[in-house]
């Protein structure tokens, strides 16, 4: 595994317990505070930090999402820039700026006010999936570990990640982020995420509500 200086801890966010029953407008306050403490596991905290670390960085990425239960696929993608975020899970699009928080349909252009996850109920991601979902997940699923975290590195959409393999009761799973801190694979019994492209360039089109 390549060294490197320890990165700040970021937050996770609430989304998975606070949005499939709904949407809201921003971001809630809450008086718990979300888990980023180390797991004790090195291989498994080394991958958090990446996922935990600050959202940062302008860029485009695709997704392939595999639904395992129904084997239903589904088409992702994530763009940024340093005021703006995009993404579209299928159908959807979420969008986060300053003009506020819109969950769109792309093919109609009809947008509500606020992020509502419920939309996507189908597909067995949040719209958090590249970043704060993914490190609730690999807490999860460290939790019910059986074994240490396997670390190993792999090249996906022509990028360096590093990744960890989780061995548990229920069988194993795997998680893998770049440099940057966001996902390149998610590998869990109820859904498979894997990165596919990575453009270092905000994409403006997907920046409106229906823009390809």
């Known amino acids: 595994m390549r060294s490197r200086h320890p990165l700040p801890v970021g937050f996770a966010a609430l989304a998975a ?14 008086f718990i505070q979300p888990d980023t403490d180390p797991t004790g596991d090195a291989a498994v905290d080394h991958v958090l930090e990446l ?13 392939d999402i595999l ?11 994530v763009s940024r820039d ?6 579209t899970v299928g159908d959807v699009r979420f969008l986060e700026g300053p003009q506020g928080t ?5 093919s109609t252009g009809v947008c509500e006010t606020g992020l509502n996850d419920a939309s996507i109920s189908d597909t067995g991601v949040l719209h958090t999936f590249p970043k704060e979902a993914a490190a609730d ?12 975290g396997e670390a190993f590195e792999a090249t996906i959409a022509d990028q360096q990640a590093d990744c960890v393999k989780v061995t548990s009761a229920g069988g194993g799973s795997q998680f893998c982020a770049l440099d940057s801190g966001w996902l390149a694979l998610e590998d869990v ?7 596919t492209t990575f453009t270092p360039a905000a994409t403006e089109a ?3 509500p229906s823009g390809a």
């Open 17 to 30: 317990a606070l949005l499939l029953g709904g949407c809201f407008t921003g971001k809630r306050p809450s």
């Open 67 to 77: 639904a395992k239960y129904g084997g239903a696929t589904f088409a992702a993608t």
């Open 102 to 106: 819109q969950t769109c349909t792309v």
């Open 137 to 148: 997940r690999l807490r999860r699923e460290q939790s019910t570990a059986t074994a240490a």
């Open 82 to 87: 340093d005021t703006r975020s995009s993404v």
């Open 51 to 63: 996922l935990e670390s600050p959202a940062s960085g302008t860029f485009t990425a695709t997704y």
């Open 206 to 208: 997907l920046f409106s």
């Open 189 to 195: 019994a109820e859904v498979n995420i894997k990165m």
